[in-house]
């Protein structure tokens, strides 16, 4: 089942970055020097209780004037209505309830969504709670005092946050759909391709970077199997500012990735592979979800017989973080292997759920070993025990060793490709954790 997706929406200097950060923790600053995965701090997982759930930053918002101040809370109130379960609004004590709160307040209470009142900078209770009570009059229900900074608080916002999504048991309802996520920069023809494969103008196409409004769910049937599309939204206006534009578009693709199984990432293929395509491809290849790089207009692009290979290598070099994503090329316009992509999408799901037995597996790794000796340290060498699969989506293994510290990065990595030379799993990322054998005896 897919997280519950929470924003964070407010002026600036309320505190919206510390509450991110305190929550995230170390999770959000990605350590691997991976080109192309994203290192702008929009989005983090956080776990609170036993429920799970993704954390948006909205962000976004420069101090000019109070009029561009408004304008852009609003953009930001918006995309939180559109992409999020819960809306977290933060204020600040200090400064007070002032008019543009009052105003993105209203917007908020009309979307319908669970709001929760934040009321930030509250370092000491005795002090600060007379002022608390004054953002009652915002009129979205209990304001919950917090000091981000201090960590005050924090417990009883997530359980606030928490106690606005579903059931257990309504989670657990599956949808057996396969859900396919249709991700990309503005106007490189995501629209246009579910479009195309359902027959009918169902979403609105146009030039305008940006016109579809939220994330649609378009379901289509194919010999007789259902398919639920989510094309995600463009932005609701063109963006003055290029990062913001970027911003938007990327906090789009986390919430539709969130939600799928299989991610298309749709590339312009008279513009080529960028690095905002990178960005957006990084978060699919970081949520584990399977992949395929979709190159749309193919058929506006001069070829000659190394056009294809040419238009390869480049992918590959940009999305180096990824080789086991599959590479289409197709034209929205003119309906070019358009109908291939259930069979890719299919291919790309057998292997997210395929499963390996543990004797294969063992039988993989030690054949792997004999060919290329562990490495070693001080004069302490690395030995592997044992290997086993435990989950699915994506395939997830667990790897038990004398000493995690000698397992080095380009070992896990010469596993996998032995791995996956006995099994393909092409389209989908494998994950490794690495356990120490004493470990699990203690």
Do not use: C
Request: no cysteine; net charge negative; aromatic share 8%.
């Amino acid at each position: 089942m897919s997280k519950p997706v929470v924003a964070i929406v407010g002026r600036p200097n309320v505190g919206k970055s510390t509450l991110f950060n305190a929550l995230a923790g170390e999770k959000i600053s990605i350590v691997k020097d991976t080109p192309g995965v994203t290192r702008d701090r929009i989005y983090a997982d956080v776990s609170w209780l036993d429920r799970n759930f993704t954390m948006i930053d909205t962000g976004g918002i420069e101090p000019d004037s109070k009029d561009i101040i408004l304008s852009q809370m609003r953009d930001q109130a918006q995309i939180a209505i559109d992409t999020s379960d819960v809306i977290v609004f933060m204020t600040d004590v200090r400064q007070g309830l002032i008019d543009s709160d009052s105003k993105v307040a209203d917007m908020l209470r009309r979307s319908g969504k669970p709001v929760v009142l934040v009321v930030n900078k509250v370092d000491s209770f005795e002090k600060y709670m007379p002022d608390v009570y004054e953002f009652y009059n915002l009129g979205i229900g209990e304001p919950v005092p917090v000091s981000a900074a201090s960590r005050l608080g924090i417990g009883d916002m997530l359980d606030e946050i928490i106690a606005h999504f579903p059931e257990k048991d309504e989670e657990e309802e599956e949808d057996e759909r396969p859900r396919i996520a249709i991700v990309g920069k503005p106007n490189v023809g995501k629209s246009s391709i579910v479009n195309k494969l359902l027959g009918e103008q169902r979403v609105i196409v146009s030039d305008i970077a940006g016109t579809t409004r939220d994330a649609i769910d378009t379901e289509i049937v194919h010999d007789g199997r259902e398919y639920v599309f989510i094309d995600t939204a463009g932005l609701r206006r063109k963006s003055r500012i290029k990062e913001e534009l970027e911003r938007y578009s990327i906090i789009r693709a986390v919430t539709a990735v969130e939600r799928s199984d299989v991610v298309l990432v749709v590339i312009d293929a008279a513009e080529g592979v960028t690095e905002q395509d990178a960005k957006i491809a990084g978060i699919a290849h970081e949520r584990g979800k399977g992949i395929v790089i979709v190159v749309n207009k193919w058929d506006a692009i001069e070829k000659d017989d190394k056009t294809m290979k040419k238009y390869e290598n480049e992918i590959r070099r940009v999305l180096s973080f990824m080789p086991y994503a599959q590479i289409m090329y197709v034209s929205a316009e003119t309906g070019q292997r358009l109908n291939k992509l259930y069979d890719v999408i299919d291919m790309v799901i057998e292997n997210q759920t395929l499963r390996v037995a543990t004797g294969v597996l063992n039988e993989i790794m030690m054949e792997a070993v004999a060919m290329q000796q562990p490495p070693s340290d001080k004069g302490k060498r690395l030995k592997l025990y044992y290997i086993t699969q435990v989950s699915v989506k994506p395939p997830t293994f667990v790897i038990f060793v004398n000493d995690r510290e000698l397992m080095h990065f380009s070992y896990t990595r010469y596993l996998e490709n032995k791995i996956r030379e006995a099994f393909g799993f092409k389209g989908t990322s494998l994950k490794f954790f690495i356990r120490e054998r004493k470990e699990k005896e203690r």
